[in-house]
């Protein structure tokens, strides 16, 4: 069985730093893509960051690049979100999802986690 578990958020003013966690078993992790996708209430789910499984390159959405890291340690079959000087737009719920192949930034991922809430104060 597949899991994904996102750990990691919580309540944090704005500037402030987090870093989300995805910790991922039941499935060959190293061989799989992995995104970080983010819902503010009322809002559509939307991408954030993903990182395929070479770790060649990173993919970012606009309004997070320079601000947010994401990185994979296959050994431990995790990958981390890094959310620097976190502002107030960046309240959500984040869930980690992973898939095999196909346009990371694309929403039709194989797998999802529950997610995580993220809560930044102004």
């Known amino acids: 069985q597949v899991k994904l578990v996102e750990s990691g958020g919580g309540l944090v003013q704005a500037g402030g730093s987090l870093r989300l966690s995805c910790a991922a078993s039941?499935?060959?992790?190293?061989?799989?893509?992995v995104g970080w996708f983010r819902q503010a209430p009322g809002k559509e789910r939307e991408f954030v960051a993903a990182?395929?499984?070479?770790?060649?390159?990173?993919y970012y959405t606009e309004s997070v690049k320079g601000r947010f890291t994401i990185s994979r340690e296959n050994a431990k079959n995790t990958v981390y979100l890094q959310m620097n000087s976190l502002k107030p737009e960046d309240t959500a719920v984040y869930y980690c999802?992973?898939?095999?192949?196909?346009?990371?930034?694309?929403?039709?991922?194989?797998?999802w986690g529950q997610g995580t809430q993220v809560t930044v104060s102004s």
């Open positions: 990182i395929p499984w070479t770790v060649r390159n990173t």
């Open positions: 039941g499935l060959t992790f190293s061989a799989y893509a």
């Open positions: 999802a992973a898939r095999r192949s196909g346009l990371m930034m694309n929403n039709d991922y194989d797998y």
